[in-house]
C-alpha cells in the first residue's frame, strides 16, 4: 500500500496512481495502486466521518485533537480485532491437538 518514500518496485508491478486525500480538511498526496483506491477512499470516508461526530461531541477541541482521538479508537478497535484473531488461532491449534488425540485413540 502506500510508502511515503519511492517505492523499490519495478516497472512490472501494479503502475502507482497520485491522489490526493483530505482528512479534517488537509489534503495528503498519496501513491497506491488503482485496486487500493476502494479502499482508500472508505477510510478517508470513515476517518473524516469519524472526525465530524467527534467535532459535534467536543466543540472545545481543535482538528489535530480530533483526528488523534480518531487514531486512538481505530488502534484500540485494531488491538480488539488481533487480540480476537490470536483467540481464534489458539482455538485452532486447540482443536487440531484434540483431534490428533482423538485419532490416536482410534
Do not use: C, W
Not at 20 to 39: D, H, L, Q, W, Y
Not at 49 to 55: A, D, G, H, I, M
Amino acid at each position: 500500500m502506500y510508502s511515503p518514500h519511492k517505492s523499490h518496485v519495478s516497472d512490472m508491478d501494479d503502475a502507482q496512481i497520485k491522489i490526493s486525500v483530505v482528512i479534517a480538511g488537509r489534503s495528503f498526496p498519496m501513491k497506491i495502486t488503482e485496486e487500493e483506491e476502494t479502499s482508500v477512499r472508505s477510510i478517508e470516508k470513515d476517518i473524516n466521518s469519524q472526525v465530524t461526530e467527534f467535532q459535534q461531541k467536543y466543540t472545545d477541541k481543535d482538528k489535530l485533537d480530533l483526528v488523534i482521538m480518531v487514531l486512538l479508537t481505530k488502534a484500540f478497535e485494531l488491538d480488539k480485532i488481533q487480540s480476537l484473531e490470536d483467540d481464534i488461532t489458539q482455538a485452532h491449534a486447540q482443536i487440531d491437538t484434540l483431534e490428533s488425540t482423538l485419532d490416536q485413540l482410534m
